[in-house]
């Protein structure tokens, strides 16, 4: 009984750890283009219509369904792309993280 409710109390504390990551990584991110940029400010704009036609945003809730809508959002200008790279780097970078924490849960658990 007490492995269960320390497991449970561990995922739910990863849970909220890995939420918190996502969202501190995604924050730090910043606008890629200097504002005098017109053609790099074109193409973050062509990127974001990107997402929004494929309605990535509403598929925030399932990580690589996000991560799959984002990679379909590519652009040909380096700047906006390296952009995207470091988002899909905060979003995968979470997973293992949660793997790596998990498997440290489990091992304490088994010990």
Sequence with gaps: MKGIIITLTALVTLAIIKADS??????NLTM???????QCLADFANY??????????QKVSNNNAYIQCIQKCSSSNQ???NYINT??????SSKIQA???I???FYGLLL
Excluded at 87 to 92: H, Q, V
Aim: glycine share 6%; hydrophobic share 35%.
């Design 22 to 27: 996502v969202t501190r990584c995604v924050e």
């Design 32 to 38: 890629p283009c200097e504002k005098t940029d017109q």
């Design 48 to 57: 974001n219509g990107c997402l929004g036609t494929n309605n990535c945003a």
């Design 79 to 81: 700047i906006v792309q």
């Design 87 to 92: 988002l899909l780097k905060c979003l995968t």
């Design 99 to 101: 793997y790596v924490i």
């Design 103 to 105: 498997l440290i849960l």
